[in-house]
């Protein structure tokens, strides 16, 4: 009786083996199941980008804001329901996040060839590295083999995103509780260089603040009045704003960071140095921005047996 149950216990191990290696995460992941997989993708991404030029940027801030909720789990997508509140009507994404429905298209064109196998959560990871190639911006490698979660939570999403009018002190410590560095945390934060903001965002930075150049504020105040006009859009870097660039970062320098977020970065604090070296060798920004999304991607991924591959991304199968 002792041998069968040794052999029992042996083939167990092997099975859970088998799921731990099934369970990493590989650039290779569809090359069987479904191997036109990241095409379609990128043919969807470079449509819409070519259609809206911030769709580049709304579409790596939605992977970033997926990652930080849960882990890198397309929880951002799924919409309300009677017994679950989600993540899109959390305060950091309401009126704001946007691009879903290029991943909800790009996921609808996948199935069409490949039913039930890509994950919304890979498909986000790969938008946004083509998002950022569609703009100019770096490309890397997505690692693959992320599963969909079934649950969403607006409360989570509120306190574990970034505010708008954090310290420095308080942004090292969120993106260190993601298992990203101060600097992959400045690299990121680069690719608000190709993005936009809401007056009410920095209403308070360009009436209030004084680290600020006043003619930069004063450009600023005639479409962002002390009241009023609070979805009106400025663009987040005033030189370039729809290309991959590092001027952002000249910007920060010359005290011209729109959002209190941004400006924090080069105040006379820790990050100045980073910010200095982005500003003067866009080829060490570009590389760093990359290493940086990739570590992202790299958060709480729902991998082997975990989760789910949704059929359609708002919705729990």
Known sequence: MAMPR???????????LGIACDAQLSSTFYDQTCPTALTTIRTVIRQAVSQERRMAASLIRLHFHDCFV??????????????MIGEQNAAPNRNSARGYGVIHKAKTEVEKSCPGVVSCADILAVAARDASFSVGGPSWTVKLGR???????????????PHFQESLDRLISIFSNKGLSARDMVALSGSHTIGQAQCFLFRNRIHNQTNIDTG????????????????????????TPNSFDNNYFKNLIQRK???????????????????????????????????????????EPLTGLEGQIRNICGAVN
């Open 257 to 299: 960071g729109l959002l209190e977020t941004d400006q924090v970065l080069f105040n006379g604090g820790s990050t100045d140095s980073i910010v200095t070296e982005y500003s003067r060798n866009p080829t060490a920004f570009k590389s760093d921005f990359a290493t940086a999304m990739i570590k992202m991607g790299d958060i």
């Open 147 to 161: 599963r969909d979660s079934t649950t969403a939570s607006k409360t989570l999403a509120e306190s574990e995103l």
């Open 216 to 239: 930069f504020a004063s450009t600023r105040r005639r479409t962002c009045p002390t009241s009023g006009g609070d979805e009106k859009l400025a663009p987040l870097d005033l030189v």
């Open 6 to 16: 040794v052999v029992a216990f042996v083939l167990l191990l092997l099975l859970l």
């Open 70 to 83: 849960q882990g890198c789990d397309a929880s951002i997508l799924l919409d309300d329901t009677p017994s």
